[in-house]
Each structure stands twice: as C-alpha cells, then as structure tokens.
C-alpha cells in the first residue's frame, strides 16, 4: 500500500488545525488520504475496550500502537506520548489514534480488530481475511445431519474453545462423516506437542460424553497425532 507519513500532511504544507478531528468521520482511514477502504477495523466493543484502557492511564494516553511480524502475528502496546515516527501511518478513531509502522502496513492493511469475551475475562483480536490460520466458519447442512452439526459445534463454543482460548487456541468444525468427527486446530494450537493429548484427552471426551455415537475425533492438520492429516471431503 505504501502510505507512508501523512501525520497532519506533514512536509506538504500548512496544517490544518485538527486534521484528527476532522478525520474521525472516516475511522481508520490514513490521515491524509482520499479512500474509501478503512486499514484496519475495529468493532464497537474493540474500541470501547482500547478507550476504556487509555483513560485511565496517568495521565491519560491517546495513541495505540498495532505491529505486525507476519501473517497472523500482531501485536498491540500503548504509545506513551502519543506521536508517530516519520514513517508511521496514522489511523484516526473517536477518542483515540492507531500508529502502524512502514514495516507492519502490508500486514495490518485489511485486518479487523475485536474484543472477546470469554470466561474469566476477554482480549483483543486481531483477524485477517488472508490469514492462512485464520478459523473455518462453516454453515451447518440441511436435513437431520445439521442437528448433529449444530450439537458439535456448540459444545465446541461454549465448553472447548473457552478453555483452549487461555492458551491462544482455537479449534473448529470441519465435517461429520457417520461417527467420525473431523476438526482443525488453530492458533496456540497449531503445531503444539501436546496438540494430540488436546484432541484425544480434551476435544475427543467432551464430544463423547455428549454424544456418546461419536466414535472417533480426526484433526485435519499435519500434526495429527500417528495419522495422515490429509483430507479431502467427499464429493457428491
């Protein structure tokens, strides 16, 4: 995208007495800039959060800054004085401004930002739609084997996820075939050692006290424990 410093139209004339307010009509939009296509969302409850944590800083802080090392890699800090380097892009939200740095913009550009409630508190998360461990959302099929998938996936939800979560952990529906139960594991999980300990200890028992038909629970990813982790759904 290669935006560059647009703080205040720096180095391009006389500044406008506050660019910032006037820029907060079009969140997320680079100061400076004529688009259309925010660089990074961030939901209503994200931004209620990151204000919430400013304001009771002492004194209070007006700036956050979001890093990016890599696909699926953020990081996010508060900015103490508030300013931004010479090649810093500056994002302007209602009561707050985000500084990405030249490096982490290609990263950053088209990325969301949301606050997750789970048990015992909630965090910040980033999500990108080119996020090759971004998590699978997949619609329940019609008939009675969407029963089935809606029963897995809320015990997923609602048992599984919050407690793997501690862990920056995910795992997701993939398909159901007869009894068997295929997942992927993502996030912390993803290449973690005790990953198959998770599947077969966690994932696996909780399904099957549930559902006591299920009889086998595969994970879809290459570190699937002593098991080909291809696979190819089946073709109708």
Known sequence: MGIGNKWFGRGQGEEPENPLAEAVS?????????QDTPVLEITDLAKERIRAVLEAQEPPMTAIRVAAMGPGRYA???????????????????????LVDAQSLTFVE????????????????????NDPNARVRKEAPEGPEGEIWRQIQQILEEEINPAVAGHGGFIDLIDVQGNTVFVKMGGGCQGCGMANVTLKQGVETVLRSHLPHIEEVLDTTDHAGGRNPYYAPTTK
């Open 26 to 34: 079009r969140e997320g939009i680079p100061v400076g800039l004529n």
């Open 76 to 98: 996010m800090n508060l900015e103490p004085n508030g300013e931004p380097d010479l090649t810093d892009t500056v994002l302007p939200y209602a009561g707050f401004k985000v």
């Open 110 to 129: 088209g990325a969301s930002l949301d606050y997750v409630e789970q048990f015992g508190g909630g965090g910040f998360k980033f999500s990108h739609p």
